[in-house]
């Protein structure tokens, strides 16, 4: 008798099990068809025309007539430039300078420092609208309104807060006595940060390098207000600015196909950094 509710116990369990998996898998199912169908619908309302957008066809067939009016277009191709060189240096002066500031921050001790973390942190979190009026009182000063380079010294105001946060973070969880063999050696502390620190802050710099870039990337707000004509001009700006044939049309389609075009760099950058991106996130979770 036991031997029987032993065995109708196991074949109970493993069925729970097997409806656990299976609910698993569903809710796993459901939740990639909810982050992954709007992308799949992107792409396919690029490749529409005309009416055909309002068809709610799950397989249409492919048209790539809007990718190629893309490229044709030199104000376009222009904007992908701009927005290119302007994420890259945003991104290199927000390392450069974060990295600095980070080692001072997590390594050097003075009275100043809780405060100056604490303003760093404030920074980070202000909304882009609250230093608007200042920011472009600043570049028209500088004599930089109107110019592409315009938007890396007002994108640092957002980019260079959030990647000095995470890597004095970062530079915390490495253990003292590195830096002290190297004190004992007659190390200094550019020594220290360049030949022994930058070298372990490999997947930190990666992760806080794409993120800044991400921002740097798809900035909306800034970008249109400091620049006007279309050569300087970035991706967001020229994709807002994209019109139709006429006053009443929406262009649909060519703004998704645009959208596209933009998103397959960012995807292609953390697919390829994928493994560094996460080691730079839990570096800091467990301490070694």
């Not at 249409?60 to 490229?71: G, I, N, V």
Request: overall charge positive.
């Amino acid at each position: 008798m036991s031997m029987r509710i032993k065995r109708r116990s196991a074949a109970y369990y493993r069925a729970m099990r097997r409806v656990r998996q299976f609910a698993l898998g569903c809710l796993t199912a459901l939740l990639l068809f909810y982050v992954l169908f709007p992308y799949y619908w992107a792409i396919v309302s690029s490749t529409k025309q005309g009416a055909e957008l309002y068809n709610s066809v799950l397989l249409p067939a492919l048209d790539f007539r809007h990718y190629k009016e893309l490229f044709r277009d030199a104000n376009f191709a222009t904007s992908i430039l701009n927005s290119l060189c302007v994420a890259i240096a945003t991104t290199a002066l927000s390392l450069g300078l974060g990295t600095l500031a980070a080692y001072a921050l997590g390594r050097l001790n003075f009275p100043e420092r809780r405060s100056l973390l604490l303003t760093v942190l404030m920074i980070s979190i202000f909304p882009q609208v609250v230093v608007l009026s200042g920011m472009f009182e600043l570049i028209r000063w500088f004599g930089l309104y109107n110019r592409v380079w315009s938007l890396v010294f007002a994108y640092l105001i957002f980019t260079l807060p959030f990647t000095t946060w995470v890597l004095t973070s970062f530079i915390r969880e490495f253990p003292r006595e590195l830096e002290e063999a190297a004190i004992m050696d007659g190390c200094s502390h550019w020594r220290i940060l360049t030949s022994i620190l930058l070298p372990l802050m490999g997947p930190a710099l990666v992760s806080t390098g794409l993120l800044a870039f991400i921002l740097a990337w798809n900035e909306f707000l800034f970008a249109l207000t400091f620049t006007l004509t279309e050569g300087s001009r970035t991706v967001p700006v020229a994709i807002g600015l994209l019109a139709g044939n006429s006053r009443y049309e929406y262009p649909f389609g060519p703004i998704m196909a645009a959208s596209v075009t933009v998103t397959l760099p960012l995807i292609v950058l953390v697919l390829f950094f994928q493994r560094k991106i996460v080691a730079g996130l839990t570096a800091g979770a467990v301490k070694g």
